[in-house]
């Protein structure tokens, strides 16, 4: 919903990777954030009438031609301005200071002391450990700014003008990796903008009701629910706002996890806690049908996809006009489509991308278009959704489908169900037994490969599963997980003994890249 009236941090974006991340993080302090590209007009900035400015870090360097700057005017507006990185050495490039290319290129963690004087280092120790990841520096500061950090090859890995609230930080706080990262960002937004901290699930929620009430007035919605946590916390959202005003389809196409269609109809169907029109569709004999033969991994996303698409058109033309079309998109969806910030154009995504022609309805609804992942999981808590549903894995579009490498049968989704079940199983009960962390996500995926085993005094000529498990921050990269052996070995045996057409299982070392984290 929309935040004219929140108190509000901005990101001005140069092309860094972590754009998304320094948004997330402020708003981890009750914050809210917003990210938008260094071509965002001044006028438009000071109509926003943020109560801070945060600027990312970026690829190029600052003193060429053509690289991403920003006018003078913007550190002259009298709001707390932070550079971070290429932003730190933009606001120093554009306010007289000198950058140039580094004698010593710092990469990685690194040794940083700091002068815990100033607002942005209250409460820190004098020597911490940062992430660094720069060729270029700043090798004279701005008019006005004194050092208050710096590392054994870098002169200034922070400056401030504490007069004109403008900071500048060569390091990346955002990133976990910079030991008490989250402190500087949070001593920013209370130390230097002297934020409230007003931005809360329980706030959003309740504002966000009463948003969708005005909107809808006494129109109908129609929502996709796939069952995933996007759709899930719409639908809840909606239906709390709304109640049978409501319409959601729940297209059941026989690839989700076991007992995943009971779980999404037990929630949202007659006998959940929602009030609202609940239609399922068990297609999955459908989708069977539409699959078989097919081998080639993005035939069958498109196969999947479509079908979905045409479903879901044959129910809404039973359904009849609607009001308002909704859509679980949330704030990456929209930033990585190319409409907020400006390392933006990552991917198309169907939730921000062109509308679909086959409703009829008069305008699009997106409850959940400012939040991120973790701040939707949050709203879904605090609107009643169960723990299973909120904290589910992450899971594919496509489903299973993408799970199973070459042909889809209702054999090979039933054998890879049941072994994800156990595999699931197995490392939950180990995270809850304290014996390991838990991934940031793992599945087992079924293996087009048959091989001989023995089972008893029989021989075997069955499938293998493969299990994946990885240990990620931003899902961009990734490296294989290192579960314990004796719960690999666990799993092991009751997939095998438990899971019929299994006689062997792998486990996935591969780290992203080279791999990806699904199969396909």
């Not at 293998?464 to 314990?484: G, Q, Y």
Request: with cysteine; proline share 4%; hydrophobic share 40%.
């Amino acid at each position: 919903m929309a935040q004219e009236t929140q108190e509000k941090v901005i990101v001005i974006d140069f092309g860094g990777q972590y754009n998304q991340l320094v948004a997330r993080r402020v708003r981890e302090c009750s914050v809210y954030c917003e990210i938008y590209s260094y071509r965002t007009p001044l006028e438009k900035i000071k109509e926003m009438n943020p109560v801070g400015i945060i600027l990312t870090g970026g690829p190029n360097s600052c003193y060429e031609e053509g690289a991403p700057t920003y006018t003078k005017e913007l550190f002259e507006l009298g709001i707390p301005i932070l550079g971070l990185c290429y932003g730190a050495q933009l606001m120093q490039h554009v306010l007289g200071g000198k950058v140039e290319k580094a004698p010593v290129r710092e990469y990685g963690k690194t040794e940083t002391f700091l002068n815990t004087e100033s607002p942005l280092f209250q409460g820190l120790e004098e020597q911490t450990i940062v992430w660094m990841s720069h060729f270029d520096y700043i090798s004279q500061t701005a008019p006005g700014f004194s050092i208050c950090a710096h590392t054994n090859d870098c002169p200034v890995a922070a400056c401030e003008n504490r007069e004109k609230n403008l900071y500048a930080i060569q390091f990346h706080p955002e990133v976990l990796h910079t030991v008490r990262g989250k402190e500087i960002l949070s001593n920013f937004v209370y130390n230097v903008c002297h934020c409230s901290g007003s931005w809360r699930m329980d706030s959003f929620v309740e504002s966000a009701i009463q948003s969708i009430r005005e909107k809808v007035g006494d129109g109908k919605v129609l929502l996709a629910l796939s069952g995933g946590v996007d759709s899930s916390v719409a639908a809840a959202l909606l239906a709390k706002a709304i109640g049978k005003q409501l319409t959601c389809v729940f297209v059941d196409h026989g690839l989700l996890r076991k007992n995943e269609g009971d779980e999404v109809e037990g929630v949202f169907g007659p006998n959940g806690e929602f009030d609202l029109n609940f239609i399922r569709v068990n297609a999955q004999e459908r989708y069977y049908s539409k699959l078989a033969g097919v081998e080639e991994p993005e035939s069958k996303r498109k196969i999947i996809g479509e079908e979905f698409i045409r479903i879901f058109e044959e129910e809404a033309k039973k359904i009849g006009a609607v009001d308002f079309l909704a859509q679980g998109t949330i704030y990456p969806d929209v930033v990585e489509s190319g409409l907020g910030g400006e390392s933006a154009v990552i991917k198309s995504h169907h939730n921000v991308g062109g509308l679909p022609d086959f409703v009829d309805f008069k305008e699009i609804i997106e409850p959940l278009r400012d939040l991120f992942k973790d701040e939707v999981r949050k709203a879904g808590l605090e609107l009643g959704l169960p723990e299973y549903l909120v904290f589910r894995q992450p899971f594919p579009g496509p489903g299973l489908g993408i799970r199973i490498i070459g042909e889809v049968n209702a054999e090979k989704v039933a054998i890879v169900q049941d072994a994800d079940y156990i595999y699931r199983e197995e490392i939950k009960k180990a995270v809850k037994e304290g014996l390991m962390e838990e991934p940031n996500q793992y599945f087992a995926a079924l293996t087009n490969m048959r091989s001989v085993g023995v089972m008893g005094d029989e021989r075997t000529y069955d499938y293998a599963v493969a299990l994946r498990a990885v240990r990620t921050i931003d899902f961009m990269t990734a490296e294989a997980a290192e579960l314990p052996w004796s719960v690999v070995q666990t799993v092991m045996s009751r997939i095998i003994n438990e899971v019929k057409g299994v006689n062997r299982v792998f486990y996935d070392l591969t780290s992203k890249p080279p791999g990806t984290i699904e199969m396909e």
